[in-house]
């Protein structure tokens, strides 16, 4: 039996094989049962998770990026978690990418066979100029999608450093990739359909690291998004709330602080707590890799 056939057969839930008898409400208290899994699971694999965000950390230092690579739900994942990195944490665009199969439209249309390509990914990680500060991180409910392996094999073959995130254990994939997290959420209720369990694993493992890697990169203060884009009008209250708590001043003082630096939440606080000028503080503020706490007491 080949790798493929082997993980078919293990994806049919004997728990749940008569799911389609049951009474609603115990169809959704199965849903919910077999959710509540997902978390002591991750829990697991804690470590590896520390580790990752490390070496993720130290190449954007090193002026690297993260990639996330995957198809079907896990690529539309790793879409959803690095499109939410420049407005959460003020980061360039490019910081934090993701490479999908089947591009763009695959996030509104599904586009299953494409998943088998083993062209498109290192293509794409060519065009946009991968190279050896970079870190590649491969996602695969399955453990075996040929895409991402793909993407994973070009990104050694250039020294790029590889992760690879799988749902159901250890899985091909992390033979291709330096580090791996590899929780086994078990078959899903319905057998096959990885947008559940492994679809809500994936998700919670990649907030978890993007959240991590920006704590280590200084872009949180407290559990304050200190580098949020003020691009709307709850962003901007909640920037003014932000300052406020941070510099103990009312709401109106926040308000002013934030108009004069152009509703940059970090600026404002260095303008206020360092008694510097605007155009000071705005240059403060744009320094990498350093924790507002760093600036506020080094200036």
């Known amino acids: 039996m080949d790798d493929l056939s082997i993980t078919i057969s293990k994806e049919q839930n004997l728990e749940t094989q008569m799911l389609s008898e049951l009474p609603l409400i115990e169809v959704l208290s199965l849903l919910n049962h077999h959710d509540m899994q997902v978390a002591t699971e991750i829990r697991k694999t804690l470590l590896q998770i520390s580790t990752v965000v490390t070496l993720i950390a130290k190449q954007m230092k090193k002026g690297g990026r993260l ?13 959803l978690d690095s499109a939410e990195c420049p407005p959460t944490f003020g980061t360039d665009p490019n910081l934090v990418q993701s490479v999908i199969a089947g ?54 073959s250039i020294g ?59 872009k949180v203060h407290g559990n304050l998004m200190v580098d949020v884009k003020a691009s709307n009008e709850k962003l901007r209250i909640r920037a003014k709330h932000m300052v406020a708590q941070i510099c103990d001043v009312n ?13 940059n939440v970090r600026a404002a606080v260095l303008y206020h707590s360092l008694d510097i000028p605007a155009q000071e503080a705005l240059a403060l503020a744009a320094q990498p890799f350093r924790s507002l706490k760093q600036q506020l007491q080094q200036g």
């Open 67 to 79: 990639f996330y690579v995957g198809a079907g739900t896990s690529g539309r994942l790793g879409v």
């Open 103 to 156: 591009g763009a439209q695959a996030m509104l249309q599904a586009v299953e066979n494409i998943e088998d390509c083993t062209e498109s990914a290192p293509e794409e990680l060519r065009a946009r100029e991968v190279n050896e500060l970079d870190v590649v991180l491969g996602i695969a409910a399955s453990g075996r999608t040929p895409f991402v392996i793909a993407g994973l094999k070009y990104a050694r």
């Open 160 to 218: 790029a450093k590889t992760v690879a995130l799988t749902t159901r254990g250890p899985g091909l994939i992390c033979d291709y990739a330096d580090l791996s997290i590899a929780p086994d959420v078990g078959p899903e209720v319905l057998a096959g359909s990885t947008r559940m369990k492994s679809g809500s694993a994936q998700k919670m493992l990649l907030g978890m690291i993007s959240t991590a890697v920006m704590i280590e990169l200084g």
């Open 251 to 263: 709401e109106q003082i926040a308000q002013e602080l934030l108009i004069a630096v152009g509703y």
